[in-house]
Nanobody, 116 residues
Framework: QVQLVESGGGSVRPGGSLRLSCAGS????????IGWFRQAPGKEREGVSC????????YYVDSVKGRFTISRDNAKNVVYLQMNSLKPEDTAVYYC?????????WGQGTQVTVSS
């Protein structure tokens, strides 16, 4: 049974930092591209960042470039999203996604709130 578990969310002030973790089980981790998505209240889910399973290439949506860093530790089956210089508009539920060809799995999400 495939399971993705996000952790590390919380409440921070603008300019603060958080590190999200996505821990996977039940799948061959390094075969999967892992992505972070977020959904703010009243908005559609958007892709934030992703990292490939093979060569570790990364992608960031423009709004987080230079502030967020995605990385993976395949030995621990974990992907991290380091979020720095957080802004109120980063407030959302953050979801982890594992994808390989037609296989697609989601975690339950972790809340990130950026507020003064």
């Amino acid at each position: 049974q495939v399971q993705l578990v996000e952790s590390g969310g919380g409440s921070v002030r603008p300019g603060g930092s958080l590190r999200l973790s996505c821990a996977g089980s039940g799948l061959t981790w390094d075969y999967y591209g892992i992505g972070w998505f977020r959904q703010a209240p009243g908005k559609e889910r958007e892709g934030v960042s992703c990292i490939s399973g093979k060569d570790g290439s990364t992608y960031y949506v423009d709004s987080v470039k230079g502030r967020f860093t995605i990385s993976r530790d395949n030995a621990k089956n974990v992907v991290y999203l380091q979020m720095n210089s957080l802004k109120p508009e980063d407030t959302a539920v953050y979801y982890c996604n594992a994808k390989r060809i037609s296989l697609d799995y989601w975690g339950q999400g972790t809340q990130v709130t950026v507020s003064s």
